[in-house]
């Protein structure tokens, strides 16, 4: 990644948008641990159960937005399931930004 740092990393990831709430990733919790390194971004993506039916889309939307920054970059995602504040928290903030 030529000139990108970290800083640039985090700020394209917080533009990656929830695609059934009105809310970042990275404001509902749901993105942690993000390092990048030489060419390499490493992140955790913490979702309320393991098998949501977005999570491929979520997915690809955190690739995608990596790629755009700088297409030779690698994302690897580790995926955990929320803790129960965790969750609760995105349960709150999922009802208030819910877009159907």
Do not use: C
Not at 60 to 69: M, P, R
Not at 79 to 94: C, D, G, P, W, Y
Request: charged share 25%; no cysteine; aromatic share 6%.
């Amino acid at each position: 990644m030529s000139g990108t740092s970290q800083k640039d990393v985090q700020r394209a990831l917080s533009k990656v948008m929830h695609p059934e709430i009105n809310y970042s990733l990275i404001d509902l919790g749901m993105l942690e641990n993000v390092v990048y390194e030489e060419g390499k971004v490493n992140l955790t993506l913490k979702l309320p159960f393991l098998q949501v039916p977005v999570k491929e889309l979520i997915i690809q939307s955190i690739k995608q937005a990596i790629v755009d920054l700088d297409g030779g970059t690698q994302v690897e995602i580790n995926i955990e399931q929320m803790s129960e504040q965790e969750l609760t928290n995105f349960k709150k903030m999922a009802k208030e930004g819910w877009k159907f």
